[in-house]
């Protein structure tokens, strides 16, 4: 794939860059180039392209691929899936697709984000709201999801005394993702996993993430996204 966009812009009559420039230019950005190509990858690239297209998922690309793979990583793993911060259903829709018959919860205020706080400041409060009837729809020939409508944690209750193999976490400030934290990390069965977006960009969700794992066993992984993730031991 790398080698058919270059070979574009070193032919283009638009570009015409030589090759040398272009990787210059990425290598300066910091800029790299991933190939899907082989045949499980393309597949589940193809799945999340048609997600994409639907307008219904924000994340990039390689992010979407990264949850896709975590989660099916867990299919052994005992428990039941949460996400919280649903938005428009794209990324409970890549869940869906691939968790089997473990039963999916989803939070989400459908209202857009609570309160924002200082740390918080490249967010704002009611961003990303959507409308509940319209999610519950597109995600409708799937089985066994709930929903959860209102702010985190106060919708938790029901699932107070739940085991979570996988946890899916989007909610962009400080205070959602240690409340999540709290919420889900003692109820995790061993070898499940938690996926926090922005951890990279969000000021506010790496300083909940930080503080709350600086004294847990588990280390933080960072793959090449926004994401960081969290395997419980």
Wanted: with cysteine; glycine share 4%.
């Amino acid at each position: 794939m790398l080698d058919k966009i270059i070979n574009w812009c070193i032919s283009s009559k638009i570009f015409c860059i030589p090759r040398k420039n272009i990787m210059k230019l990425l290598s300066q950005y910091h800029l790299i180039i991933y190939s899907y190509k082989d045949p499980y990858r393309a597949k589940v690239m193809d799945f999340i392209r048609k997600i994409k297209n639907e307008n219904k998922l924000v994340m990039s690309f390689n992010e979407a691929y990264q949850l896709y793979n975590a989660c099916e990583q867990t299919k052994k793993i005992e428990g039941d899936i949460a996400e919280v911060g649903v938005y428009r259903g794209g990324s409970a829709r890549i869940i869906c697709e691939i968790k089997g018959n473990r039963p999916l919860h989803l939070f989400d205020t459908f209202m857009g984000l609570p309160e924002v706080e200082e740390i918080d400041s490249s967010f704002k409060k009611g961003q990303y709201a959507e409308v509940y009837k319209n999610v519950k729809k597109y995600l409708e020939k799937y089985s066994n999801i709930h929903f959860y409508k209102g702010i985190f944690p106060l919708t938790s209750y029901p699932l107070k005394n739940k085991k979570f193999s996988f946890v899916n976490l989007d909610v962009d400030l400080y205070k959602s993702t240690l409340d999540c934290l709290n919420f889900f990390y003692p109820r995790m069965t061993r070898g499940g996993i938690i996926i926090s977006h922005d951890y990279i960009y969000a000021a506010g969700v790496k300083k909940a993430v930080d503080e709350f794992f600086k004294d847990k066993p588990e280390p933080i992984v960072t793959p090449s996204s926004t994401q960081c993730l969290i395997v419980k031991v």
